[in-house]
């Protein structure tokens, strides 16, 4: 079973930057798409973005152009870079993989990002 480890959450500023960390327990990149969402108090969870298995990315138009998803093959880690925050993205962030070839879907514990001056 697929286990995931997300980091990097914390309080930045408007404006600011944030690095967050999904490491996986084994390599996942051929066999399964990874993607990002998060969970503001009060809220459904929200889709943020995926990297396919190919490593082809699609990003939610709230979050286009200001985040990025990319791996590191070797360290069997996928990252998600948020530059420009707002206050609305204040939310737990959780990383899932899904097998393309079950569709089983494993998800990490969520990393906490506060937005907040």
């Known amino acids: 079973q697929v286990q995931l480890v997300e980091s990097g959450g914390g309080l930045v500023q408007p404006g600011g930057s944030l690095k967050l960390s999904c490491a996986a327990s084994?390599?996942?990149?051929?066999?399964?798409?990874l993607a990002w969402y998060r969970q503001a108090p009060g809220a459904q969870r929200e889709w943020v973005g995926t990297?396919?298995?190919?490593?082809?990315?699609i990003y939610a138009s709230s979050v286009r152009g200001r985040f990025t998803i990319s791996r590191d093959n070797a360290e069997n880690t996928v990252y998600l870079q948020m530059n420009s925050l707002n206050h609305e993205d204040t939310a737990v962030y959780y990383c899932?993989?899904?097998?393309?070839?079950?569709?089983?879907?494993?998800w990490g514990q969520g990393t906490q990002v506060t937005v907040s001056s």
């Open positions: 899932k993989a899904s097998s393309i070839i079950d569709a089983s879907d494993y």
């Open positions: 084994e390599n996942i990149f051929r066999g399964y798409a």
């Open positions: 990297m396919t298995h190919n490593g082809a990315t």
